[in-house]
């Protein structure tokens, strides 16, 4: 079953469940429609109001004030990471949607708070040990190296180096995560099929004969099995969101000194992994631009990252004043000058 059959079967029942279950507590149901609160990009949801529509025919969400149109897994990945919580994509999402439709019972969405997400990732961190996966999983995909990528400042030999693959059934690049010590212990992929990109999302576990090659993204940190020596020499890490931003840093005619947290959060667990192993005298936050005009939003994100965390070492981020790089770009998009340029005009926090 693909993702666009999942949603077509969404039973409208158990999506006013899960509506309940993630706090609205209210709706309206029409005869094309059922409206709810703008849980969505509302933290407060007393104070949301109802401009949150799912259109029955469809089986999609539309936002009339902020989000404009989304699908459910857009939707639950938005809710997510609106409150920064860190969710697991085929825990969260994955198994929640597919308990809303007709085709079988996962395991059931149990939380009926988001806080309790929290308390569940803060527990996590302490009990899950990484599932090591074995080596040659990765060699069922092709090598070949994608135009997106070429175009995008990836060259071949760090794909080569990262050991990048791709998969044709499901016309994704293939990125395997590694931990500290090289073992594999997910395997993620970067969806080029643009209904999957808009609707589902670019990045998500790799599935192979019914089994999902998934991790905790919040236990790890992609490539820094490959770039520890050079942060302990060097005494600087960038910490990037996605994989991409390592791959185009290795292709920079600098040492890469970068690792990448598959999200948009940096936690404990990830600072310690640098502390215990790099010893890092600064860490530069080099998430993706998402300040929108007249907010400040994004940069209180940022400073609050790096004020929970300086006492351990330097922090700071960047922020792009000047436009150099576009809105979703990650500081490492625009090639070398730019990304030399946002790290000179870096925020510190002292």
């Given at each position: 079953m693909d993702y666009k059959e999942i949603i077509d079967n969404l039973r409208v029942e158990s999506v006013i469940e899960l509506m309940k279950r993630l706090g609205a507590d209210r709706y309206v149901e029409k005869d094309n429609c059922i409206i709810f609160p703008t849980i969505c990009h509302n933290i407060d949801i007393s104070s949301a109001s109802m401009k949150l529509y799912f259109?029955?025919?469809?089986?999609?969400?539309?936002?009339?004030?902020?989000?404009?149109?989304?699908?459910?897994f857009k939707f639950l990945k938005t809710y997510y990471e609106t409150r920064n919580i860190e969710y697991d994509w085929y825990e969260d999402i994955y198994k929640v949607i597919l308990d809303c439709s007709n085709f079988r019972q996962?395991?059931?969405?149990?939380?009926?708070?988001?806080?309790?997400?929290?308390?569940?990732?803060?527990?996590?961190?302490?009990?899950?040990?990484?599932?090591i996966y074995p080596e040659n999983i990765v060699d069922t995909f092709v090598k070949f190296y994608p135009v997106e990528w070429l175009r995008d400042g990836i060259?071949?030999?760090?794909?080569?180096?990262?050991?990048?693959?791709?998969?044709?059934?499901?016309?994704?690049?293939?990125?395997?995560?590694?931990?500290?010590?090289?073992?594999?212990?997910?395997?993620?992929?970067?969806?080029?099929?643009?209904?999957?990109?808009e609707n589902v999302g670019k990045y998500m576990p790799i599935q192979l004969e019914g089994k999902w090659y998934k991790h905790p993204l919040s236990l790890n940190l992609y490539g820094l099995n490959?770039?520890?020596e050079n942060i302990k020499k060097y005494g600087i890490c960038y910490v990037g969101e996605a994989e991409k931003f390592v791959l185009q840093c290795?292709?920079?005619?600098?040492?890469?000194?970068?690792?990448?947290?598959?999200?948009?959060?940096?936690?404990?667990?990830?600072?310690?992994?640098?502390?215990?192993?790099?010893?890092?005298?600064?860490?530069?936050?080099?998430?993706?631009?998402?300040?929108k005009e007249g907010e400040h939003k994004y940069f209180d994100?940022?400073?609050?990252?790096?004020?929970?965390y300086?006492?351990?070492?330097?922090?700071?981020?960047?922020?792009?004043?000047?436009?150099?790089?576009?809105?979703?770009?990650?500081?490492?998009?625009r090639g070398e000058e730019i990304f030399k340029k946002l790290i000179e005009r870096r925020v510190s926090v002292k």
């Open positions: 259109y029955k025919d469809r089986k999609i969400f539309m936002c009339y004030t902020e989000c404009d149109t989304m699908s459910i996962a395991d059931g969405f149990a939380p009926t708070k988001y806080e309790s997400l929290k308390d569940k990732y803060e527990k996590k961190r302490k009990d899950v040990k990484l599932e060259e071949r030999k760090t794909m080569d180096k990262f050991n990048i693959r791709f998969s044709i059934s499901q016309n994704k690049i293939v990125i395997p995560h590694y931990d500290i010590n090289n073992n594999l212990v997910g395997i993620r992929g970067r969806a080029l099929n643009p209904w999957e990109v490959k770039t520890k290795e292709s920079f005619s600098f040492l890469n000194c970068s690792v990448a947290v598959c999200g948009s959060q940096f936690n404990k667990y990830q600072l310690n992994l640098l502390m215990k192993y790099c010893q890092p005298r600064e860490i530069v936050i080099c998430f993706d631009k998402e300040e994100k940022l400073m609050k990252i790096c004020e929970k300086k006492n351990y070492c330097n922090f700071s981020f960047v922020y792009d004043r000047e436009n150099l790089i576009g809105m979703k770009d990650s500081p490492s998009d």
